[in-house]
């Protein structure tokens, strides 16, 4: 049965929430954004701040037609969906850009574009529309075996460009949705023991700088100067800000170019620096009420399909914010994640614009009342 649509009475039920803490982290992206290519002008004449600004814009256009989708019919279309993303990702491997070493952008009138940032999105939506239809069934492991070659048709595409990290935020998403939507969990811890033990031989299948940053994660000191290097820029940096930073615009590795990518892959590192460990928890504190929110929509949806969107999306934002978070500090490997919101990139920003905008649709249509 189709839902409602979203009428005047639907649009009440808009979550401002969501929303405002959106934006809050778009503006402190902007804020360590300028910070991180203070002095410097970006690609096309234009500061990063302003390029942020206009892809924050169409970002919120996206947001906004996406709020207006009717999920039944997103749900209808789960399968030409699919096909779209792996057209759009076979075909960043037959004509795509390289950008960081590896084949991941296709340049469009001069502009690259990530096909892999929404396709993150959508496979969220051909997960959701699988396991809502297979509700009885979630625990069988037939339904686990399904959809994980759902999952695994874009992970081993993303893979051959080579892009590791996009590749484990399909396998989170796939985790996350599995877990919530109720799937035994003795099938899923054997399959996590399969994949720990099998780690010798998937190291051995990565490009040869993947797996000098898997050594350099073990070791940062085996090679500073080299392969290590941005590991240990970020560590020195994120030990400099002490408890209220160093300022914007004022941090020694950021300002002195010591650290790679800082706006981009790095980016929490010019927080930690220059804001201090209260900026870092604001930031955390700002990550923790989006996922919150987007957890709660999920609950209120409703129906099947809507809380597995919601379960998705905030599984692919708390595992890039985790990534992103912790190869800065020396937990995670550096594998090139993008903080959602935060980090420069018109790719992400507008593909997880859109997917907001997927989660407002959701609650619009909601027949619980909003907590």
């Known amino acids: 049965m189709f839902p409602q649509r979203a009428g005047r009475r639907g649009w009440r039920s808009f979550d401002l929430q969501l929303l405002l803490y959106v ?30 600004l206009i892809w924050s814009g169409i970002g919120l256009g996206a947001f906004f037609v996406a709020a207006r989708l009717d999920p039944a019919w997103l749900r209808a279309l789960a399968l030409p969906i699919y096909a779209a993303v792996i057209a759009m990702l076979l075909l960043t491997l037959l004509v795509g850009t390289r950008l960081f070493g590896a084949q991941m952008s296709v340049s469009v009138a001069g ?11 959508l496979v969220v939506l051909v997960l959701a529309a699988y396991l809502s239809r297979r509700a009885e069934r979630v625990r069988s492991p037939s339904t686990i075996v399904v959809a994980g070659a759902i999952a695994a048709g874009p992970t081993l595409l993303v893979l051959r460009q080579p892009d590791l990290g996009t590749a484990l935020v399909f396998v989170a998403i796939l985790g996350g949705m599995l877990f919530t939507a109720g799937a035994a969990l003795g099938w899923l811890g054997a399959i996590a023991a399969v994949a720990t033990a099998a780690a010798p031989v998937w190291i ?12 350099c994660f073990l070791d940062p000191n085996a090679d500073p100067q080299g392969a290590c290097y941005q590991l240990v820029q970020a560590l020195d940096a994120v030990a400099s800000g002490g408890w209220t930073g160093q300022g ?12 790679p990518v800082q706006s981009t892959d ?36 409703g129906d ?24 800065s500090v020396g937990l995670m490997p550096v594998t090139g994640i993008p903080l959602p919101f935060v980090t420069y990139g018109g790719s992400s920003l507008i593909s997880l614009l859109f997917g907001m905008g997927l989660l407002e649709s959701i609650r619009i249509r909601s027949r619980r009342p909003p907590l």
């Open 204 to 215: 051995g299948m990565l490009a040869d700088y993947q797996r000098q940053r898997f050594l």
């Open 248 to 259: 914007l615009t004022a941090g020694r590795h950021n300002q002195l170019g010591q650290l």
């Open 111 to 121: 502009l690259d574009f990530q096909l892999s940032e929404i396709s993150k999105v």
């Open 23 to 52: 934006l809050l982290l778009i503006g402190f992206g902007i804020a360590v954004g300028y910070s991180a290519g203070h002095g410097e002008t970006a690609a096309g004449g234009l500061p990063q701040p302003v390029k942020t």
């Open 266 to 301: 790095f980016i929490f590192t010019v927080v930690a620096e220059e804001l201090g460990f209260a900026g870092s928890v604001v930031l955390l504190g700002l990550f923790a009420l989006l996922i919150w929110r987007m957890l709660v929509i999920a609950w209120e949806a």
């Open 304 to 327: 099947g399909f809507g809380a597995m969107v919601g379960v998705g999306l905030a599984s692919m934002v708390a595992f890039q914010l985790l990534v992103s978070v912790g190869m």
